[in-house]
Antibody, heavy 123, light 109 residues
Framework: QVQLQESGPGLVKPSQTLSLTCSVS??????????WNWFRQHPGKGLEWIGY???????NNNPSLRSRIDISLDTSKNDFSLELRSVTAADTAVYFC???????????????WGQGSLVTVSS | EIVLTQSPDTLSLSPGERATLSCRAS???????LAWYQQKLGQAPRLLIY???NRATGIPDRFSGSGSGTDFTLTISRLEPEDFAVYYC??????????FGQGTNLEIK
């Protein structure tokens, strides 16, 4: 059974870097069949896609966040990470990781999700 | 950026009734690259439908998706108590940025 689990600090100071890791079990992040994604959901709001990467080196990020984010894979640990730099209070949200499978028609929907990790930006 | 607008914002129905949720796109969605998710309070989204009409693994057949172009619909044929939640549509037609609708809150009447 595929499972994803986010981990990382729940509190980050303004101007610092938010770092989260998504541990994956039941699937290999080294598979070229999958793309590994990050999302966030501001309190009481809808979903915002942050970006993805995959084992082949394909990557894409939300243009509104592109200058501040890095998403990377660690194949030795079968996990992937998000770094969001220069955070402000507006980055306070629940952050989710999720998998996007590639099928015959393409990719871009998300079939397995982590349970989410609340990150608060505050001094 | 493709903007998705869902209607209604809130839908009040009783168990056993039929629910029809709408998602309208600001531009044509190529290849019917539209998905639907269910989210309950404090939980992650759950994939229901992809490719506009394909049910995800384990999703009951009371959930169905339809539509093409700019207009898409999620139908729940007969509501069960566990179906009351927020529903989001999401497009993956534009690979520049994946976007979600604002959500429809399906509540018990």
């Amino acid at each position: 059974q595929v499972q994803l689990q986010e981990s990382g600090p729940g509190l980050v100071k303004p101007s610092q870097t938010l770092s989260l890791t998504c541990s994956v079990s039941g699937a290999s992040i080294s598979s070229t069949t999958y793309f590994w994604n990050w999302f966030r959901q501001h309190p009481g709001k809808g979903l915002e896609w942050i970006g993805y990467t995959n084992y082949n080196g394909a990557a894409n990020n939300n243009p509104s966040l592109r200058s501040r984010i890095d998403i990377s894979l660690d194949t030795s640990k079968n996990d992937f990470s998000l770094e969001l730099r220069s955070v402000t209070a507006a980055d306070t949200a629940v952050y989710f990781c999720a998998r996007a499978p590639r099928d015959a028609s393409g990719f871009g929907y998300f079939d397995y999700w982590g349970q989410g990790s609340l990150v608060t930006v505050s001094s | 950026e493709i903007v998705l607008t869902q209607s209604p914002d809130t839908l009040s129905l009783s168990p056993g009734e039929r629910a029809t949720l709408s998602c309208r796109a600001s531009q044509n969605i190529n290849y019917r690259f539209l998905a639907w998710y269910q989210q309950k309070l404090g939980q992650a989204p759950r994939l229901l439908i992809y490719g506009a009409s394909n049910r995800a693994t384990g999703i009951p057949d009371r959930f169905s998706g339809s539509g093409s172009g700019t207009d898409f619909t999620l139908t729940i044929s007969r509501l069960e108590p566990e179906d009351f939640a927020v529903y989001y549509c999401q497009q993956y037609s534009s690979s520049i940025i994946y976007t979600f609708g604002q959500g429809t809150n399906l509540e018990i009447k």
